[in-house]
């Protein structure tokens, strides 16, 4: 879907393969389904922060850091028009998730699933503003209003689930490699953190490179028959666009290493685990949205959640040897 100017006003044109119903149903079905997720997630931390401020050692503004932190984000992206009211809402719930999950308890740091999250929403703006002119000219360049509440969580959403009590507990009921004393420092909180910073990755790459092909990319290939297609095609690839796609990866695998407490090897994984999530939303593209079975929100939901489960993968083989 596009966006074409007329008498000084925007015209939505509808240029996916997927017919529009069919588009709305699934995108409508992530925000529900997913979006409930994460709304439980933050009434979990919320709890969380309730009972500790009866507490006799509670400290009320370190306590609420991040919704005050949350806020500021939403403010901040609303007052960009880089989301709707409704997606700039999920954006902060989302922000607030992953923060209170990823900090340290009763430490006074902003050390945590913000800053690679800050870096992600500052790159993904910035190249979906770059060539915004011909991008509009083309019919691909984003609505004015900004992304969706079902794009912000077909995007961010895995990343703040992983972190969370849910994705703490999948994490716990698989058969990690560490069982009895020290289970959760040498399993749970590193695998997750590891699924959060590759899912982010992926989300990174995959906007970037988009963005950037689009615009500086020249006409793209068919990642599976090499063909030169026009731009904007389902699944197409350039080597510009990729190459910024991985850079701007790479980037957040760095600041996302200090930020989530990762060690170096451990933020190569999340990078190759989110290379081969952007390639994945490539195939996928190349073939189950150019057929209209997937919309673009299902594609990059289901690229974020490969991205996660490579980065478990890898993760074992690497540091556990099985």
């Given at each position: 879907m596009g966006g074409e100017m007329a008498g000084g006003?925007?015209?939505?044109?509808?240029?996916?393969?997927?017919?529009?119903?069919?588009?709305?149903?699934q995108s409508r079905g992530l925000v529900w389904v997913v979006g409930a997720l994460l709304v439980w997630m933050s009434y979990l931390a919320v709890e969380r922060t309730y009972y500790y401020l009866l507490g006799d050692d509670a400290d009320l503004i370190q306590a609420l850091i991040p919704i005050g932190i949350s806020v500021v984000f939403v403010v901040l992206v609303l007052a960009l028009r880089a989301a709707t009211k409704m997606g700039g809402a999920f954006g902060g719930i989302i922000c607030f998730v992953m923060v209170e999950w990823t900090r340290p308890w009763g430490a006074w740091t902003l050390r945590s699933g913000l800053i690679p999250l800050a870096l992600l929403f500052v790159l993904t703006f910035l190249s979906t503003r770059a060539g915004r002119r011909r991008k509009a000219e083309a019919g691909l360049a984003e609505g004015r209003k900004g992304r969706s509440a079902a794009q912000v969580i077909a995007n961010l959403s895995v990343a703040a689930l992983v972190v969370s009590p849910l994705g703490q507990a999948i994490?716990?009921?698989?058969t990690?490699?560490?069982?009895?004393t020290g289970y959760s420092?040498?399993?749970?909180?590193p695998v997750t953190r590891l699924m959060c910073l590759a899912a982010l990755v992926e989300a990174t790459a995959d906007t970037v490179s988009s963005e950037i092909g689009q615009v500086f990319g020249g006409r793209p290939v068919m990642l599976l028959s090499l063909k030169r297609v026009e731009v904007g095609t389902d699944g197409a690839v350039s080597l510009l666009g990729s190459g910024a796609g991985i850079l701007a990866g790479a980037m957040?695998?760095?600041v996302g290493m200090w930020g989530l407490r990762l060690s170096a090897r451990e933020a190569c994984i999340a990078l190759v685990a989110g290379v081969c999530g952007l390639f994945f939303d490539s195939l996928l593209g190349a073939t189950l949205e150019r057929r209209g079975?997937?919309?673009?929100?299902?594609?990059?939901?289901?690229?974020?959640v490969l991205a996660a489960g490579v980065a478990v993968l890898i993760y074992r083989v690497v540091v556990f040897g099985r």
């Open positions: 006003e925007e015209v939505r044109v509808w240029r996916k393969a997927i017919p529009e119903g069919r588009d709305r149903v994490a716990m009921g698989s990690g490699p560490c069982c009895g420092q040498h399993w749970v909180i957040v695998a760095v079975w997937l919309g673009n929100d299902l594609v990059n939901f289901s690229s974020t």
